[in-house]
């Protein structure tokens, strides 16, 4: 079996056994507690041992992009990059589209002396007796773990897609002024707000000026917050 095959074979092994009982916020962070459980590569037929997995996945803020600033982000490939400049000639520079990021926080890894049934079912009165609408269990593969934990990513996101979109749109935030979303104008103003806090670092809101084009227009508002 090839390294494609055992991804398809992982994911299609991939099974959501306790779903979030919410999608994705679109105005705030979700913090989505999961607990993975795989059977032990090592493990004999006949040997009821689970591999438990905790960790958190956080999703941040939805936000509004087009391709012109996917195209500018750092980190990506030069394939990545083409398939950028395609959406910008097949779709428009400035179409808008809602960018997800997530950042995943693994807590432990413990091996448990029984078979999946009993562990999910302890799992789940626990969840149920601290009443956590944001916890999900999954099973998936033991050497692809992560690969499964993905594929929940990506249907969860899936999921809240329609809802995220409606709410943006019931704000006006999916509207273009000059080729940036009303959304991206708003973060911009909440950015300097927070550099005069001090919560921010002055290199992250030029970055994010110079990713929509828009460092010329703010320059001199950029420049005056160091100024006495």
């Known amino acids: 079996m090839n390294e494609e095959e055992r991804l398809a074979q ?3 092994r991939t099974q ?3 779903h979030p009982k919410q999608t994705l916020a679109t105005f705030g962070v979700t913090n989505i507690s999961y607990y993975l459980l795989t059977r032990p590569v ?7 041992e689970t591999v438990v997995r905790m960790g958190r996945v956080i999703a941040n803020r939805p936000r509004i992009v087009t391709p012109y600033y996917l195209s500018r ?3 990506f490939s030069a394939d990545a990059k083409r398939y950028f400049q395609k959406l910008i000639e097949t779709q ?4 808008p589209g809602i960018y997800y990021t997530y950042r995943n926080e693994p807590q432990s890894t413990d091996i448990i002396s029984n078979g999946l049934e009993d562990v999910l079912s302890k799992l789940n009165a626990e969840i149920d007796a601290r009443n956590d609408p944001l916890a999900a269990i999954i099973q998936g593969e ?3 773990w992560d690969v499964s934990l993905m594929k929940f990513i990506f249907d969860l996101t899936s999921a809240s897609l329609g809802g995220n979109l409606a709410d ?3 704000r006006g935030l999916l509207g273009i002024k000059e080729g940036v979303p009303v959304d991206a104008r708003l973060n911009i103003e909440d950015m300097f707000r927070r550099l005069k806090e001090g919560s921010i670092k002055p290199h992250e809101l030029q970055q994010e000026l110079e990713r929509w ?3 010329e227009a703010y320059q001199d508002r950029f420049l005056s917050a160091f100024r006495r």
Do not use: I
């Open 10 to 12: 992982a994911v299609s």
């Open 16 to 18: 959501v056994l306790r």
């Open 42 to 48: 090592y493990a004999q037929e006949n040997e009821p």
């Open 73 to 75: 982000l750092d980190g």
């Open 92 to 95: 428009g520079a400035d179409a």
């Open 142 to 144: 033991d050497t692809l």
């Open 168 to 170: 943006f749109h019931s």
């Open 213 to 215: 084009g828009l460092f």
